[in-house]
């Protein structure tokens, strides 16, 4: 079984930075596809950011120039660097993995963690 547990959520003003953490179990998180999605309530869940097992990346538009995927494979760890945070930017964010390459579509995912919550005041 794979289990990915998120942290690093909070409460922050417009402007701050955050950092989220994603842990995964298992032997082979070299070979995964990682990507975070987030969703607020009452809306669709959507991609924000992924990054492959080569090191590549691809991001939302909305997100493109704020926010940083990265990975510490000896760690089993992805991170998600927040900065200039937005009201808009509040949602859970949860972490997945997936043997896809660069997919936005949650479908894709097998995987996923049970969320951190990320709020933005203005």
């Known amino acids: 079984q794979v289990q990915l547990v998120e942290s690093g959520g909070g409460l922050v003003q417009a402007g701050d930075s955050l950092r989220l953490s994603c842990v995964a179990s298992?032997?082979?998180?070299?070979?995964?596809?990682m990507a975070w999605f987030r969703q607020a309530p009452g809306k669709e869940r959507e991609f924000v950011a992924t990054?492959?097992?080569?090191?590549?990346?691809f991001y939302a538009e909305s997100v493109k120039g704020r926010f940083t995927i990265s990975r510490e494979n000896a760690k089993n760890t992805v991170y998600l660097q927040m900065n200039s945070l937005k009201p808009e930017d509040t949602a859970v964010y949860s972490c997945?993995?997936?043997?896809?390459?660069?997919?936005?579509?949650?479908?894709?995912?097998?995987?996923w963690g049970q969320g951190t919550q990320v709020t933005v005041s203005s």
């Open positions: 997945a993995a997936s043997g896809v390459l660069l997919s936005t579509r949650g479908s894709e995912y097998k995987y």
């Open positions: 298992g032997h082979t998180f070299r070979g995964w596809t």
């Open positions: 990054i492959w097992s080569a090191g590549s990346t």
